[in-house]
């Protein structure tokens, strides 16, 4: 069995440790290995009966469902995936879920924050429903080959990308380290040209950066889309560049971030939060565990977290470590309402399971669950404004983005109050025995 850590829409993963068998597992291995699918299937539900973080598994009889997963015959692979996430559901636990082979290769790329592709990120363009590069990573196949944000992508090995999403051109785009794939695209309403790319393993950015003047004050812009296996070296750049430039002050930008890797959450949490708890969880038999900053902080600078209902996870996590803190001011409005931890696991086939294997609760002992973290000051978008925001990425951090706005607004007293009486750096957050 192999093990990896991954992330996906709304869940927080961990970084893993291989399990031992249980009872049964080792006597029945050789009669297994006949069997693959029955193989994995048990695989699944070893690990299900080890790690989940309920041990009456949702009043369900879970020796029951091994049994009925292993004396059924199925007819495929698929077949037998089907009928594991059937008896998965009967833990009415959404996080807890079977990933197939695509899915779990997938969300282990998504995790790790790298990719084998050509370096290009598309979106379908609102006004002509083109396919038009949004992004060219830097030292990618696409920018060696000359590539350029605008361009529109016509064809993908021959396939007209005209009836497929964004996402389903960039799945096409991307395949095995080496391989080829050819794009066919158009430049300002130029003739189609043709390139072939080899695709090539590419460390995805995460963190965006910008030093913003806003009402004569230098403002530290950083927004994290996801906490992936980069995401904490990407940080440290975008925080030590912004502390340079000789911000006064930063705002980060946690909307939309469905999450991520908790080691993530946490490093970055302590990028931030010079002492004070970060995360307490709570695992399936009642221990609890908490997590504190380790004086690592690499600015005092005053602080405020944007966040909105999908931020969630890993997000709520750090944006509950720095509210609890007193170290952000936290603005938009409430979050996601995820508390729950899952480890995701790789299977012998290449598929793969996440499991729920815990509850967190913010440093004060608060159950978002469900609630979300409410922020310090809320200031609502409508639906059509949150659309037109988030279609249009430069209005972020603009004139046009009222919850930055207010953000600055929130944090103009302590940048003027600094200005006129500086001081040595703080020791920011709570200390531990507070």
Known sequence: MTVAKGAIATSLLTALSTVAPTFQAVAEAAELAEDSPKAVLDEAWQLV????VDSTFNQTDWLAVRQRLLDRDYTS?????????????????PYTRFLDPREYAEISDQTAGEVSGVGLQVQRDAQTRTIVVTTVLDDS????????????????????????????????????????????????????????????????????????QVNGYRIGYIRLDEFSGH?????????????????????????????????ASIEISRLWLQRGPIVRTLDRN???????????????????????????????????????????TVVGTTTYGKALVQSLYGLSDGSGLAVTIAHYYTPNGTDISQKGITPDIE??????????????????????????????ESLAPTIQSDRSMPTTPQQVGRSPDE
């Open 77 to 93: 692979t698929e077949a037998a995936y089907d009928a594991l996430r059937d008896e998965l559901r009967r833990l009415d636990d």
């Open 231 to 263: 995401a904490t070296e990407q940080m440290v750049e975008a925080i030590e560049t912004l502390s340079d430039q000789q911000a006064e002050a930063f705002v980060l930008d946690l909307r939309g971030n469905p999450g991520g890797l908790l080691s």
């Open 286 to 328: 009642g221990d609890p565990s908490e997590i504190t900053a380790n004086r690592s902080a690499l600015t005092d600078l005053p602080m405020a977290v944007l966040v909105n209902n999908r931020s969630a996870s890993s997000s709520e996590i750090l944006t509950g470590a720095l509210q609890d803190n007193n170290r952000a």
């Open 49 to 52: 009966h080890q790690e989940y």
């Open 379 to 408: 200031v609502q978008l409508s639906n059509s404004e949150e659309r037109d925001l988030f279609r249009d990425l430069t209005r972020l951090a603009s004139e046009q983005d009222p919850q930055f706005i207010q953000a600055v």
């Open 141 to 212: 196949p696409a920018a060696e080959r000359g590539l350029r944000v605008g361009d529109r992508i016509l064809l993908v090995d021959g396939q007209s990308v005209d009836r497929l999403s964004a996402s389903g051109v960039a799945q096409l785009l991307r395949g095995d380290e080496n391989s080829q794939v050819t794009v066919t695209y158009s430049r300002n309403s130029s003739d189609p040209q043709s390139v072939i790319l080899t695709r090539a393993r590419l460390e995805l950015p995460t963190v965006a950066h910008d030093l913003k």
